[in-house]
T-cell receptor, first 111, second 113 residues
């Protein structure tokens, strides 16, 4: 079945810096890659997603890239703000018709 | 905007008791998923429905767990004879159809004492 690896597990940046989270997946049939932000005690919130027919997608300060050949995808956050502090999960969806999540990355943005 | 709603939000129960969680998906969403999340981990898949049909169950879902989605609307997840290892947040999610964006509810926290 699908396996999603996510790294780093924690990241601390200064406000205004950029943050990058990287994920790899194993199932070449996976074709949809969402990213979720989860604050303590809250629901995973869908922030951006990308499908396998595009290589990059941007929404204001966040962007995702996908490399199907290498089976990895990344989340880029620019001009980070303290409210970006949360746990970020990548996930992959494909032949199994369910989301398989990475273990998450805790981002801390220091003011 | 009526997102995915779950009830109850928190449940404390004694070991051996049965508990039931309810999920109301976003209106017109055909797919409904149940996930379980423990502290410091990503959500783990439990089961999913396409309308009223339960299409897949994870090996994590022992025979003490049962899920239903009568009439393809709301869903219930029942845990019988709860164990301390069942303590987790149970997340429900829904999507319009296969391959579409998946939205999560706020979760139901279960503590088994």
């Amino acid at each position: 079945g699908e396996n999603v690896e996510q790294h780093p597990s924690t990241l601390s940046v200064q406000e205004g810096d950029s943050a990058v989270i990287k994920c790899t997946y194993s199932d070449s049939a996976s074709n949809y890659f969402p990213w979720y932000k989860q604050e303590l005690g809250k629901r995973p919130q869908l922030i951006i997603d990308i499908r396998s027919n595009v290589g990059e997608k941007k929404d204001q300060r966040i962007a995702v890239t996908l490399n199907k050949t290498a089976k990895h995808f990344s989340l880029h956050i620019t001009e980070t703000q303290p409210e970006d502090s949360a746990v970020y999960f990548c996930a992959a969806y494909g032949g199994s018709e369910k989301l398989v999540f990475g273990k998450g990355m805790k981002l801390t943005v220091n003011p | 905007d009526t997102g995915v709603s779950q009830d109850p939000r928190h449940k404390i129960t004694k070991r051996g008791q049965n508990v039931t969680f309810r999920c109301d998906p976003i209106s017109e969403h055909n797919r409904l998923y149940w996930y379980r999340q423990t502290l410091g981990q990503g959500p783990e898949f439990l089961t999913y429905f396409q309308n009223e049909a339960q299409l897949e169950k994870s090996r994590l879902l022992s025979d003490r767990f049962s899920a239903e989605r009568p009439k393809g609307s709301f869903s219930t997840l029942e845990i019988q004879r709860t164990e301390q290892g069942d303590s987790a947040m149970y997340l429900c999610a829904s999507s319009l159809d296969r391959g579409r964006s998946i939205y999560f509810g706020e979760g139901s926290w279960l503590t088994v004492v």
